[in-house]
């Protein structure tokens, strides 16, 4: 059996967890702690680059004792040492990184650089032996992904957003209605008062042959509707509306990119996938099309370090390594 120690700190998570696994077995996560910088960002509305990576650096040596600790595990007893080197805020993946090098250097153990997005795709399969032929839909604050996965490390871009991210549209059109950041879990919230059909918002590109997404015009379609409402509106309708077209828009992108491939499976990952009429709607389409819909775990959806610890023990157990000289990369694709 091989234990890695995997750090998360591409962004506001400053987050450890320790996975232990086998060739054909399925991976368990001894521990994963993750402490989220959410409130220190709220009063700015945003991430601030700088406090994060000063609050990774404050935080990680106390994660990772606290991760060996729960996951009863000595430091020496680690097989190998992994962090997300992309992509995400640059001085913040350095914080983390350098970490998990310091760790591998000092016990002379191999080091992973695992990509933030590799490891959300693959979450929906941490708990199973294998990862199957599948579609991927990765959503979360910065990313809009279809991917069709032929198995670990054999990914093909399908499609993605050419403008803002799901979640990055759930966070603005949040803060156009004055509600709590982020505005995911905000907007999923004041949703459920709300009638979906009150606003006839855009569906961008949804007919499109192309596995491609915009969300940009949908979300300056709610602050004309707001402006032209002098403010005056019901924020439930508006929430609900704005979510099911970022629904409609998922799911019609997604099953189209299955009868593309032929894939049977889709994979859900990334902060927005924790979104429950998401989930719902996207079982449903699935159902009706004799599909299955993996996901993953609630802790698993939002940034964590069990994922980057997943797909390191693949890429471990599939001989892989990295060098220590290895640089971060702020913009790395996942291809
Ligand atoms: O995966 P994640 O933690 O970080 C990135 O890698 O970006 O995703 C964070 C994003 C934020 O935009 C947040 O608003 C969104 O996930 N999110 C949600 C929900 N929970 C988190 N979006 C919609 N509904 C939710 N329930
Ligand atoms: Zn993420």
Known sequence: MTVILAIESSCDESAVAIVRGGAGRAAEVLASVVFSQIDLHREHGGVVPEL??????????????????????????????????????????????????????????????????????????????LVPPHVALIVSGGHTLLMDVE???????????????????????????????????????????????????????????????????????????????????????LAASFQQAVIDILVGKTLRAARQTGRRIIGLSGGVSLNRALRGALQQACGQGGLELATAAADFCTDNAAMIGFAALLRHLAGESSPLAEDIHPHLPLL
Not at 89 to 113: E, H, V
Not at 230 to 235: A, L, P
Request: proline share 5%; glycine share 12%.
């Open 151 to 237: 198995g670990p490390g054999r990914y093909r871009r399908l499609g993605g957003t050419r403008d803002d991210a799901a979640g990055e549209a759930f966070d603005k059109v949040g803060k156009m209605l004055g509600l709590a950041y982020p505005g995911g879990p905000a907007i999923e919230l004041a949703a459920r008062a709300g009638n979906p059909q009150a606003y006839d918002f855009p569906r961008s590109m949804l007919h499109d042959a192309h596995l491609d997404f915009s969300f940009s015009g949908l979300k300056t379609a709610v602050l004309y509707t707001l402006q032209r409402a002098g403010g005056v509106v019901s924020v439930a309708d």
């Open 52 to 129: 994060a990576s000063r609050n990774h650096s404050l935080r990680l040596r106390d994660l990772v004792e606290k991760a060996l600790l729960d996951a009863g595990t000595a430091i020496g007893d680690i097989d190998a040492f992994a962090a997300t080197t992309g992509p995400g805020l640059a001085s913040s993946l350095l914080i983390g990184s350098t970490a998990a090098k310091g760790m591998a250097c000092a016990l002379n153990r191999p080091f992973l650089g695992i990509n933030h997005l590799e490891g959300h795709l693959l979450s929906p399969f941490l708990a199973r032996s």
